[in-house]
């Protein structure tokens, strides 16, 4: 079984304010008498659930195309967290031990992906530090950001990319379960780019 963990990308997507948001430029249309369809994409690469690289906070950070792909794929465990609405998130609100590594945060505080809030809940520092210690390579959230939405110092985004952890954003984790899956999440290889959009999925191991 799938589980689509990513929100559809249509100009109705909300993006961070300032951002730019999806669009698609027809070019051609079977419809209208051409023998294909063709179409551009216009849009933030922090589009919907997307994969920050470093180089999204750190001048010296690697691009998109330069991240190793192995913390994208692989085990993944699903926590829902009894959290607030512009709540940092720590240790103590796990609701269980950390069992792989790859951990995806359901906060449920950013419900819906084409009706923007700032008040999402995310992590800490403390919190990226804790699942690095526990041999976490990749921490994803519902929300948009690791980091609260007027944070400037970024410090989940800089603790993450200081242990060579991985960042999947926007995920959308309403009805998936508590539980371990398998994660697969590629970033394109856009060359120098700061971040990916992806299609994000869990599988569940037969
Ligand atoms: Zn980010």
Redesign the pocket.
Known sequence: MIHDLSPLVSPHLGVWPGDTVAEREVLAEVAEGNNYTLSTLRGTV?LGT?I?APS??LAEGAAIHEVPLDAYIGPCQVLHLDVGHGQVITPDDLPGPIVADRVLLGTGTFPDPNDWNTDFASCGAELIDFLAAAGVVLVGIDT????LFHSKP?PS?HAAFGHGMA?L?GLVLSGVPDGVYELVALPLKLDGFD?SPVRAILRTTP
């Open positions: 922090h997307h920050d999204h906070v948009p950001s690791v980091d970024l985004h960042v954003e971040a």
